[in-house]
């Protein structure tokens, strides 16, 4: 079993920079996938970016919504992941979900292909 712990959440301006980070527990941590979803009040949960397995591809892969303002990176010795958010816009408001897929679907865009997930953060941006 794993568990995820979101942190980095809260409020900030339009333009502005957040980082996001989840802790993982579970000694296979550096064999999963990881990736960032979020969910706004009324839609559905998106994939926002995701980082795949070094021995899959260990690759990253964003979110047309997101790419070149957003970067996903890992580490493994702490079992860490982290979403740096910049130039933040107020569409980007959302709870933040971080999630592990331990058999590096190369589904990696949806959430389904995703075995654990984090509780979610926060993120808010004012105009």
């Known amino acids: 079993q794993v568990q995820l712990v979101e942190s980095g959440g809260g409020l900030v301006q339009a333009g502005g920079s957040l980082r996001l980070s989840c802790a993982a527990s579970?000694?296979?941590?550096?064999?999963?996938?990881m990736g960032w979803f979020r969910q706004a009040p009324g839609k559905e949960r998106e994939f926002v970016a995701a980082?795949?397995?070094?021995?899959?591809?260990?690759?990253?892969y964003y979110a047309d919504s997101v790419k070149g303002r957003f970067t996903i990176s890992r580490d493994n010795a702490k079992n860490t992941v982290y979403l740096q958010m910049n130039s933040l816009k107020p569409e980007d408001t959302a709870v933040y979900y971080c999630?592990?897929?331990?058999?590096?679907?190369?589904?990696?865009?949806?959430?389904?292909?995703?075995?654990?997930w984090g509780r979610g953060t926060q993120v808010t941006v004012s105009s």
């Open positions: 999630a592990a897929d331990r058999h590096s679907s190369s589904y990696y865009y949806t959430s389904a292909a995703y075995d654990y």
């Open positions: 980082i795949r397995f070094r021995w899959s591809d260990g690759n990253t």
């Open positions: 579970g000694r296979t941590f550096s064999s999963y996938t």
